[in-house]
């Protein structure tokens, strides 16, 4: 069961070009995206009312998209305004449009009730498009339900034994344990490492003298959204889990959206504000982050195969943000859907 | 749900030389085909009564197939004639036979009650093997379900979007209405198409000095049967909607067999009654309708992925044939089994 | 449904070398298989407890294996030794510990009640690991239900017509009936085929002056093992069905072990007890028996996918021991499980 009424990241901008039709699937329906002349982002589904042919494959007509399989053709509201061979256009005729914003690179898709659609809900994902910050975008697509993936994301003592060469660096990190605090929409979490190696990662983009003290603060927001401020500084240079100036930083954005429920999307981006003007630290940082997400990619997927859902999974003190999120997250589809979330058996109960 | 008492194209005569054993799925049941020494076509269950390996797999013996797991043998009316080691033989030991008619370079099969199989409903394909006529054969399997294929026959206005550059050449082919006829097993269609420019697929075979009147008249059968005369002629030389000697023609015979709901054959050929020695018209055609073939199955096996079976489909004008054909075609399958066509999210209401 | 109070050949005993985690799938559940410093073989679930990620992607420390996930600890007996980042161990916190029992080459796995197996029940295949007999050991992983594996190697009539180059060599083998006895856990068959030529396989190994008798005598016992004693010697050398020293002389082991209800494994050898240093006869006779096993992989993965479980099989003279077989077979399963074999559709009846 998917949660509907919110906001999911389904494209980078670059990814719709003028001229192009991008079929995703979302939430388990196909979504046709494409550009208008004047630049506006806007989602159809990718099925044609009349013999659902797939609107992907058709043509773009100005502000129009036409079906080239019998020809109907819909604007961009999803109104069939064109029929081949009829001057009368049956008022049924039209397809789903889907609320639509586009943000500092990101293209948002709301594929629940289209009036509570609003904008103003959308992440601050300011990093991605500041002059201040420099990254290179990121997509994968997951073979595994997307809980799996936010499952990842709210436990970072994975990086101990998941990223031991990329991310992680030291299995110390396992041996902490983060803040946690609830949030109306998610979860913040707040997680220091002190007096340790630098992590391999960072160790490829700056030069430190001697151990670090790490950090990783993050939002964790429905229906999965992660905005992390991380970073590293030499030991004792800051108030221990206080500010931290002259740190290398980086503000990480990370979305995951529903393809399926066995397929996922997964977009992000690991900005920084440091060497704004060097493709070689571009390439670093991407090709580390590349490595990291697939070892994590790996044990993910080989997870989703792997579960037994007639299994309890056995919960442990490093789930504590992931337990957390999990009963927000089914709070909001139980609250939309008035029934509980159903794929329990992901779920650490 | 298939109609199971109808004759089904199966093969052409080529596929099934002296000594081979061809096994196709029809009507989703495993389908042994192969001659006898006299060249009379045989077809048979693919499944050894025994232990069900695919005689397929087997040892042709004069009249008769020998399944190679351990040594049955049946002979060409599925009765088993030898069980090495035992000489009583079980009266129950008999793979099903299946009516074959070879006709006009098809092999038909009837899949239903064997006593109601009648050659004489086997529709008039003489121009697969007419020597006034010239052709080459064509088959397809099809990744989607038959009655999408059928429709796709039944509105040509198609041809308008999805062969621009093959069959049809220009839109105004969709703003034109047949006359549609209803007949006893299916349906008669007959479309003119006045003073238009060639088709690219007929300028590729022959000179036309202006604007031509294009026209396909067909008789469209209940399983899946096209029979068509199509052609064009120099605008005017024919009444309109008239008489058309002198014109470029063409007796198309096409045939849609189901190999299960997910898959299909097809069976086709375009003969001409020119130019019957030039081998170089041969390949021209058929390099045409490859193409233009190919187009079809793009979409349609598109369209097939993309059903959303809870969401009925929206019927326009151009459906004129497609739906009473379809209702021709449920009420066969109603009378043979007593209940409607199951597979209604494909039909549109 | 499986057998589960039983013992199941899972490995080689040189395919668990020190340091490796094999996962293979055993009754449709994965297992981690990997040898202790001091060389025991251990057997565990291949799902951690915590989050069901696969420990065959973890980390052998010393008798235990890690999680490479979140890093929980694990120790041959399947208790959870370590939670990074507590002190508390939850007492539920364990994964499946499996009996393993190594012996003569082959590792066996009881998926069972741990208190019912007895390892003196685990059938003696001496051959295997005997310095009077030579080997190479055989697996192959099968696209097809475990028990039409079993049936195969229960009706040797299959010989004369699935391998007529390799194993078998005369027709006449399927007119000869083996005798079939009942065993406490399966069946005793003994077969013999007088005054023939030399079997393919048997002439590349051998050289015969005339005719020879062939003999089959093979236990097949409960899950799915053969042990066989078979063999050949001029015709008329040993009595009728009696002694016959001086033959050609094997001593094959086979063991198939369903991976879940689609897929089954494999084990083999074809031990010999003559030219016990000559490593050509060793690839000649893996060499037939190679191509001979893929013989019966294909007309049995063809069997398994043509199988239609709602028309019975037909039971001939043949399937004396595959039907005796199966009875047993059922009732071992009737009697653990207190409900009748399901997979019905398989067995003749």
Redesign the interface.
């Known amino acids: 069961m998917f949660l509907r009424n919110a906001w999911y990241v389904v494209a980078w901008d670059h990814e719709l070009p003028a001229g192009k039709l991008l079929s995703r699937r979302v939430l388990d329906e ?1 979504v046709l995206l494409y550009r208008t002349p004047d630049g506006r982002a806007v989602a159809l589904a ?2 044609c ?6 609107l992907s ?1 058709g043509r773009l007509e100005g502000d129009c998209v ?7 053709k819909f604007d961009p509201s999803g109104r069939c305004v064109e ?4 001057s009368r256009i ?1 008022s ?2 039209a397809v789903r449009s889907y609320p639509v914003v586009e943000r500092n690179r990101w293209v948002w898709l709301w594929p629940g009730e289209p009036n509570r659609a609003d904008a103003a809900e959308i992440p601050d994902t300011f990093s991605l498009a500041s002059p201040d910050w420099r990254m290179s975008p990121g997509y994968m697509k997951y073979d595994a339900n997307y809980r799996l993936i936010l ?1 990842n994301l709210l ?1 970072f ?2 990086l ?3 990223h031991p060469t990329t991310l992680g660096g030291t ?1 110390k990190l ?4 983060p803040d946690v605090r609830r949030l109306e929409r998610g979860v913040r979490v707040e997680r220091w490492l002190l007096n340790v190696a630098p992590a391999p990662f960072h160790s490829k983009v700056h030069s430190f003298a001697g151990t670090v003290d790490r950090w990783w603060f993050y939002d964790f927001l429905v229906p999965g959204i992660l905005l992390m401020h991380s970073g590293a500084q030499p030991t004792g240079t800051g108030a221990p889990q206080g500010r931290h100036s002259g740190a290398l930083e980086f503000r990480s954005c990370q979305a995951v959206t529903p393809a399926c429920a066995e397929t996922s999307h997964y977009f992000f981006a690991v900005p920084r504000n440091f060497a704004l003007d060097d493709a070689q630290i571009d390439r670093s940082v991407m090709e580390d982050i590349s490595t990291a997400f697939a070892e994590d990619q ?2 993910i997927e ?2 989703h195969r ?3 859902h007639d ?1 309890a ?2 919960p ?3 789930d504590l943000a992931l337990t957390q999120f999990r009963r927000i997250f089914d709070s909001f589809v139980e609250s939309e859907s008035g029934s509980v979330e159903s794929d329990v058996a992901v779920s ?1 109960k």
């Not at 036409?66 to 109907?72: A, E, F, T």
């Open positions: 196909p990718d099925r009312c009349h013999r659902h042919a797939p494959l036409r079906c080239m399989y019998h020809g109907l029929v081949p061979g009829q049956p049924t005729a499952d436990d003592s994975h101990a034994f998941v299995e396992a041996d902490t344990r790996k044990i080989a997870q792997n579960i037994d299994q999974m056995l442990i003190g490093a650490s």
